[in-house]
């Protein structure tokens, strides 16, 4: 089955540790996003990658840092400077600017 | 200003009735424009995307653009309670690589 996937579901963070959320697919789309997802708001832009080894950064990227090794993969790793990390994370990927279909999504809490 | 605005609801409406969803925008820059179901817990499903003005119809779903107006609907025909979740609509200006905005969602509840 095509698609995208993210793994964990759910993951639990304890202060001053750094996390990674996975975010793997293989529609074989060049283009990948991280987006934050906070009640009451519109999903914000983290980080995305148009290409193999290269990305940039969305509207808020502080205490967050991404890497893209391979076409299929694209980790976020949540780290300890990121002072209110409690959110729905969601990954998308996209062939056309118009078009991005996103994962099922990681919960990330605070322990 | 947010540049795009949505009601977040919540909308209640019985099964059968036709829903009306609706976005204004700011940034006249804008040309793509997309319709995105989320259900509870889950990612966005993209459900419609247009160019430009017009409609565009796709079973018992049809978007519409007013770019004269910047508004833009997504309208449910003989709603279902299965269409029970949250509508967010996204735009994004059309050449490369350009930032898609997103509208905070509709929470939409269709009683049976």
């Known amino acids: 089955d095509g698609g995208i996937t993210q793994s964990p579901k759910y993951l639990f963070r304890k202060e001053g540790q750094n996390v990674t959320l996975s975010c793997e697919q293989n529609l074989n789309h060049d283009a990948m996003y991280w987006y934050r997802q906070d009640p009451g708001q519109g999903l914000r832009l983290i980080y995305y990658?148009?290409?193999?080894?290269?990305?940039q950064k969305g509207d808020i990227a502080e205490g967050y840092s991404v890497s893209r090794e391979k076409k299929e993969s694209f980790p976020l790793t949540v780290t300890s400077a990121q002072k209110n990390p409690t959110a729905f994370y969601l990954c998308?990927?996209?062939?056309?600017?118009?078009?991005?279909?996103f994962g099922p999504g990681t919960r990330l809490l605070v322990l | 200003q947010k540049e795009v605005e949505q009601d977040p609801g919540p909308l209640s409406v019985p099964e059968g009735a036709i829903v009306s969803l609706n976005c204004t925008y700011s940034?006249?820059?804008?040309?793509?424009f997309m319709w995105y179901r989320q259900y509870s817990r889950k990612g966005p499903e993209l459900l419609m995307y247009t160019y430009s003005s017009g409609n565009k119809e796709d079973g018992r779903f049809t978007a519409q653009v007013d770019k004269s107006s910047k508004y833009i609907s997504l309208f449910i025909r003989d709603s279902q309670p299965s269409d029970s979740a949250t509508y967010l609509c996204?735009?994004?200006?059309?050449?490369?690589?350009?930032?898609?905005?997103f509208g905070i969602g509709t929470k939409l509840q269709v009683i049976p």
């Open positions: 990658s148009q290409i193999v080894n290269d990305f």
């Open positions: 998308a990927s996209g062939d056309t600017q118009e078009t991005q279909y």
């Open positions: 940034n006249s820059a804008f040309q793509y």
């Open positions: 996204a735009m994004s200006i059309s050449g490369g690589y350009q930032k898609v905005t």
